[in-house]
């Protein structure tokens, strides 16, 4: 096995864009050359536009989000018309699905916050809302990466845990704002992990203690600390798996690890009271007050209120009558009964919300109705033309859209029955289509790299083809195919991404060791599959990132050993990597995760530099102009330095080559190897280029299209 720290760089590097293009404004120099191109921004209903889709009824047709500053930044993606005139459809919504630990809606003053782990992103947002979670508006955070969001009605609260360096591991903080996320002090920076307890003034933390697990409590939101008894109340039920909400003087504590109709009360450090529900067999796996109301939920998907109130309970016993929801919403809950999602959250206005399959909804206590709620996000994994429709998929749902809209454009996206019903056999695939045929790529991370043929007029999906070679599960992005597709001639071309297995090597370092993967050609009819290089020790297995045909070949960036030629007559392969990055210890944002060919010549490129393959040797191309105007950025979510010429992708354009960076385009001469004409620069970074068979457009990372002409 060779080299498998590139499997980690470039499953990385995929996502790595949508950090460093994060900048809200781009250095404009006004003494610079306008640049080849003129632009003209396109006036149309689209956010980020990230793909083109060719022509349906004579229409260019894009695919896009909204990205709307509301908690769900990723709203349904769009699919948008030109030409004639800018149209748009909207693919459905669907559930609301975060990460566990920032699907929180908690109070502080008038106001009420959401913390929200962008998907396919790695960072969160903070919202907040003054009118019951009908707007909302995107708040300043103290840390890219936060967790946990708490508050005691007054105070805000935060945990951030950030990896420092290998010596000294990770950095826990909790933050506190008293002013409505407005700024941000820090409470705590020794905890143990991202456990804490907030109550009615006061806060309690587990802390590193070399004596093992230990707690501390604050009544002053953090100035000062003290430790908490072993044997007081508090310390027995201050666990990671108890939430807590407060109600009044009094805190309500509830175990989601725990199958007995009960809730704990602590009314005071020194009065902590466990209560039986009456009229409840299952357990609580989270309460939440809405005016003074006490909601549960539980993990058989009910939803009711709690009678009482929690200071008269001991007395009094909570009942528990259920709540009617709508007939066509049912309660959200997760598969794995120990991480819980949260799926109610309550108003001050005595409403409250449920996270249902269909989408967060709000119960109006006064008219006794339902409303949707933002937020509430959904975005396409892909979309694919296939006879007169368009498909998208997201989450293991298929959803169909005709290409002939109505005379009023009312059509809509629907759900195909038949290819949601099989989520058991493509569940979280990705559609493609080659050579007049539909396949199904799984991505589900526990599947082997494997390809289905999809038949939609007979309603089959059948196994084409399987990695047999694969022996673990694979382990990629989320939402990444395992095997990539190519049509070359009338030859079908599959990759596969292989698998890989964790090892603790015997210095305690954590390696990856690989299992199947390689090119292969495929009989599309039988499924039957030659491997287009031998296999033997000489011959690693590929773990296949990227395809690209150039010459009469395909060449490959392989995540385990760089980047190969592999012959189509199955002759064998060759490793072309010479003149490339090949050192264990080069930095990410310099190893090659693309390839681009225009017919003529075949280029590599990583964020920071281009190749160009030359008598089978890569030479690399000058690209000093683009870095004498970079700036950093600074550090990206990996350690590294990003600069604002971070290159993105690239195209053509006569006999130009088309290189964007993050900050502009520039056109590079190959014949010469000079870059020409100056530098055509955008407002905002660029996120890529769409290439349609009118023209090049430039998608812009926080929305906008562009359609570039050359100058007069």
């Known amino acids: ?73 990723h709203m349904p993606a769009h699919i948008y018309s030109a030409e004639s ?52 508006e995107e708040m300043e955070m103290p840390a890219d990466y936060a967790f946990d969001l708490r508050g005691d009605g007054e105070a805000l609260y935060l945990y951030e845990e950030t990896f420092e360096s290998s010596e000294t591991g990770y950095v826990r903080k909790l933050w506190r704002s008293v002013d409505g996320a407005q700024t941000w002090e820090i409470a705590h920076d020794a905890l143990a992990r991202r456990g804490y307890t907030v109550g009615p003034g006061c806060l309690v933390v587990e802390v590193q203690s070399e004596m093992g697990r230990s707690f501390e409590i604050s009544t002053d939101g953090g100035a000062s600390w003290e430790a908490v008894d072993e044997n007081s109340p508090l310390a027995r039920v201050t666990e990671v798996s108890n939430t807590w909400t407060a109600h009044g003087e009094s805190l309500l504590a509830t175990n989601p690890r725990s199958f007995q109709p009960s809730l704990w009360v602590w009314h005071s450090p020194e009065e902590l009271a466990s209560y039986t529900v009456t009229g409840l067999d ?135 029955e038949f290819l949601t019903s099989s989520r058991g056999t493509i569940d979280d695939a990705i559609l493609t289509r080659l050579g007049g045929q539909l396949y199904a790529i799984p991505t589900t991370p526990d599947l082997a790299p494997s390809i289905f043929k999809v038949d939609l007029d007979g309603q089959t999906v059948e196994l084409l083809w399987k990695d047999e070679a694969v022996t673990e599960s694979y382990h990629g992005l989320r939402r990444e195919p395992s095997a990539r597709m190519l049509e070359v001639g009338d030859r079908l071309v599959v990759g596969s991404a292989g698998s890989f297995r964790e090892v603790v090597s015997a210095s305690g370092s954590t390696i990856l060791e690989h299992s199947g993967g390689g090119v292969f050609a495929l009989d599309g009819a039988t499924g039957q599959a030659q491997p287009l290089f031998d296999g033997s020790e000489e011959q690693p297995p590929l773990s296949v990132q990227s395809m690209v045909e150039h010459d009469g070949s395909v060449w490959v960036v392989s995540a385990t050993d760089g980047v190969w030629n592999v012959a189509l007559d199955g002759s064998g392969m060759t490793r072309t990597h010479d003149g490339l990055p090949d050192d264990p210890n080069t930095d990410i944002l310099e190893l090659v995760h693309g390839l681009y060919s225009t017919g003529e010549a075949l280029y590599a490129y990583s964020t920071t530099s281009l190749w160009v393959l030359e008598g089978g040797q890569w030479s690399e191309v000058d690209i000093s102009e683009l870095q004498e105007t970079a700036e950093i950025t600074g550090l990206d979510p990996f350690g590294a330095q990003a600069n604002t010429n971070a290159i993105v992708d690239l195209d053509e354009h006569g006999d130009r080559l088309v290189v964007a960076t993050l900050e502009g385009i520039y056109l590079l001469d190959p014949s010469t190897g000079e870059f020409v004409d100056g530098r055509t620069d955008f407002e905002q970074p660029i996120y890529k280029l769409l290439r349609t068979d009118t023209g090049l457009y430039v998608s812009l990372w926080q929305g906008g299209l562009h359609r570039l002409s050359e100058r007069d």
């Open 1 to 73: 096995m060779r080299r498998p720290y590139h499997l980690v760089v470039l499953l990385l590097v995929t996502s790595l864009f949508a950090f460093v293009g994060c900048s809200d404004e781009v250095r404009q120099d006004e003494t610079r050359d306008p640049g080849f191109f003129a632009r003209e921004a396109l006036d149309g209903p689209f956010g980020n536009a990230y793909e083109y889709r060719g022509r349906i009824d004579g229409e260019l047709v894009f695919v896009g989000e909204l990205r709307d500053y509301v908690p769900g930044r």
């Open 85 to 136: 005139g800018w149209s748009q459809a909207t693919l459905p919504e669907t559930a609301w699905r975060v990460h566990d630990t920032t699907e929180r809606i908690v109070r502080a003053g008038e106001a009420h916050f959401f913390l929200e782990h962008i998907p396919g992103e790695d960072h969160t947002a903070l919202y907040r809302t003054t009118d019951a979670g009908q707007t909302w």
């Open 282 to 416: 299952a357990g609580l796996i989270w309460v939440t007050i809405a005016g003074e109301t006490v909601y549960g939920s539980t993990r058989e998907g009910q939803v009711g209120e709690l009678t009482g109130n929690p200071a008269d309970w001991s007395t009094t016993p909570p009942t528990w009558q259920p709540v009617t929801l709508p007939d066509d919403a049912a309660l959200f809950v997760a598969s794995d009964a120990t991480e819980p999602k949260r799926n109610i959250f309550g108003f001050g206005d005595g409403s409250f919300a449920v996270l249902t399959e269909s989408g967060l909804l709000r119960r109006i206590q006064e008219e006794d109705s339902w409303e949707p709620v933002s937020p509430a996000h959904a975005s396409a994994d892909y979309l694919v033309e296939f006879g007169e429709e368009l498909f998208a998929g997201r989450s293991g749902e298929f959803f169909r859209f005709p290409a002939d809209e109505d005379e009023e454009g009312d059509a809509q996206w629907t759900v195909d």
